[in-house]
């Protein structure tokens, strides 16, 4: 049974008013997740604006399909499952081409990171669509190559490969960014 | 700030990431949302302490929005009529009454079945106000936050007299009502006399079973009736609405005693399911495990906090060693599960819950 409690609302009453398209129990469920979606949708968008549609698509899809949810998991687990989906699907319409580039940047010297989140938000931002997408669902969501690969409709093997060249690009992002606040 | 490893810096920053969104996104959204069933819903939504059981939940539901439209239709007929309602004596049977009252109303929406829906809410038989009553329970857990709904039950059982001063306070609050589409009240209404009078005590809980620790709510059909609830593990409570947590496992039964009648409920509780484990190879609660006597099968689905799946298993024993299926150790925090248990007594119970993974 759920116990957070917000706005007298729990998450089974917020759900079930959800299910009946209450307005009030619409905007009490988006309320409690709409800013840690929010969150999600800037790490698969490469600026705010794409963010923002991102969330809307992703929230009008939420009450959509609101009675589908069938308390699999965490109701926050579901509704990331289709903000994430939905940053997929843009992507997959966009028709990016999974290039196998020989173009590897450096290796890295060190492997430590210390970063606030606005700037690693930005680095990551600033990836190609391709690497920031596989680097957002291997690093932070915890997805497996072979899924990864399933999602995108790539190899294990390509997807294993874009991760490591995500990662060695974001790399060299924050060494550079680092070296840039040492200069200072 | 400490200098970590890429992917742990990332986990660190990114779980707890929530930017504020424009304002005004949410007006996009809603612009895009269907419009939602009759506004009368949410007032009748039960929000008592009984609204988290779902299996009771949907007919109370349904049972409340009965009553209270039947009387929202009563009420407007009364106000409509005005004083000559308040002529019939008590005694007189609701029958004469709703007949005198029909051929003034000329509302189309009254025609004969919501006649007949008018006859059995009539008050004058204070039996079947009392049964409707008892079959809604939920409403006297709220009621104290519900004045409308508490208004109408005491116009229903009140006399004639009272009726007017109420039905005139109900008036602006139930404008709307008689928009309500009359075909769905008699086909649920005819229920009522159904339990009418001489129904046998029986007691209504949440659940018959669960893991410990759990939490039961027990009432009986007939809220008016001072009813007793023996837990059967040394609580007693003489609550309308009584609340007992089982913290053992074991099998217990409830007993309501009412008026010198019994009626009994068997609840079993399983042995409370681990809620934290430490797979860092040191000998102890390296594996989350279930692994008990009382549970014939059970299959569980154990997600992470973004919703994957990283665990899925079938049987009489079940263990996850925290790590994700490509063999990446699981990280350090909450996970949520689903378990879907059959006791070797045969209860099948159904739980969710979180997990804490440390290392």
């Known amino acids: 049974m759920s116990v957070s409690n917000t706005g007298g609302m729990s998450e089974e009453q917020l759900v079930d008013g959800c299910r009946k398209a209450e307005p009030a129990a619409q905007k009490g469920l988006y309320d409690r997740y709409s800013r840690k979606m929010f969150g999600v949708c800037l790490r698969y968008s490469g600026n705010r604006e794409e963010a923002e549609d991102l969330l809307q698509e992703a929230w009008v899809t939420v009450f959509g399909k609101i009675s589908s949810f069938k308390g699999e998991g965490s109701l926050e687990g579901w509704i990331r499952r289709i903000v994430i989906n939905t940053a997929l699907m843009h992507l997959r319409q966009k028709k990016i081409q999974w290039v196998d580039t020989d173009n590897v940047p450096d290796v890295i010297a060190t492997e430590m990171v210390s970063l606030e989140t606005r700037d690693l938000l930005l680095l990551i931002q600033e990836l190609p669509e391709g690497f920031r997408t596989v680097f957002n ?17 790539i190899s294990e093997n390509t997807s294993k490969s874009q991760y490591s060249r995500a990662r060695a690009h974001l790399m060299n992002k924050v060494q550079r960014l680092n070296n840039a606040e040492t200069e200072k | 700030m400490k200098p970590h490893k890429l992917e742990d810096q990332l ?42 059981i779902s299996s009771a939940g949907t007919w109370i539901a349904g049972t409340a929005a009965v009553i209270i439209s ?27 009454k709703e007949e005198q009252i029909q051929p003034a109303e ?22 079947t106000s009392e049964s409707s009553q008892s079959l809604t329970p939920e409403n006297r857990s709220s009621g104290s936050d519900k004045p409308t709904e508490e208004e109408i039950r005491l116009s229903q059982n009140s006399t004639e007299s009272t009726v007017t001063p109420s039905a005139q306070d109900m008036n602006p609050v139930r404008a709307p009502k008689p928009e309500i ?18 129904v046998p005590l029986k007691i209504i809980t949440n659940t018959t079973g669960g893991f410990a620790p759990l939490t039961v709510t027990a009432m009986s059909n007939q809220a008016g009736k001072n009813s007793e609830f023996d837990f059967g593990d040394g609580n007693v409570s003489r609550n309308e609405s009584a609340t007992h947590t089982y913290r053992n496992a074991g099998i217990y039964t409830i007993t309501c005693s009412a008026d010198g009648r019994m009626s ?10 681990p809620t934290a484990f430490s797979p860092n190879g040191d000998g102890t609660n390296d594996v989350f495990e279930i692994n008990n006597s009382s549970i014939k099968e059970a299959e569980i689905n154990i997600y992470n906090r973004y919703g994957r799946k990283v665990y899925s298993g079938k049987g009489d024993h079940l263990s996850w060693n925290g790590q994700y299926d490509d063999g990446r150790p699981a990280e350090t925090g909450t996970y949520f599960y689903d378990i879907f248990a059959t006791s070797s007594r045969g209860g099948v119970y159904k739980q969710k819950g979180t997990l804490t993974l440390f290392r």
């Open chain 1, 137 to 153: 669902l291997y690093a932070i969501e915890g997805y497996s190559h072979s899924e990864i690969g399933n999602l995108l409709g």
């Open chain 2, 11 to 52: 986990k660190e920053n990114f779980s707890n990431f929530e930017p504020e969104v424009d304002p005004s996104l949410w007006t996009k959204i809603s612009s895009q949302l269907p419009a939602g069933p009759a506004p009368t819903q949410p007032v009748t939504e039960p929000s008592g302490v009984l609204s988290s």
């Open chain 2, 70 to 96: 039947g009387a929202a239709i009563y009420l407007t007929l009364n106000t409509s009529t005005g004083p000559e309602t308040l002529k019939v004596p008590d005694s007189k049977p609701a029958v004469t």
């Open chain 2, 106 to 127: 000329s509302n189309q929406e009254t025609s004969s079945p919501v006649k007949s829906e008018n006859i059995q809410v009539q008050p004058s038989d204070r039996k």
């Open chain 2, 181 to 198: 589409p009359a075909t769905e009240k008699p086909k649920v209404d005819p229920s009522h006399p159904a339990n009418e009078s001489l």
């Open chain 2, 264 to 273: 009994e409920q068997e609840i079993e509780v399983l042995d409370a399911l």
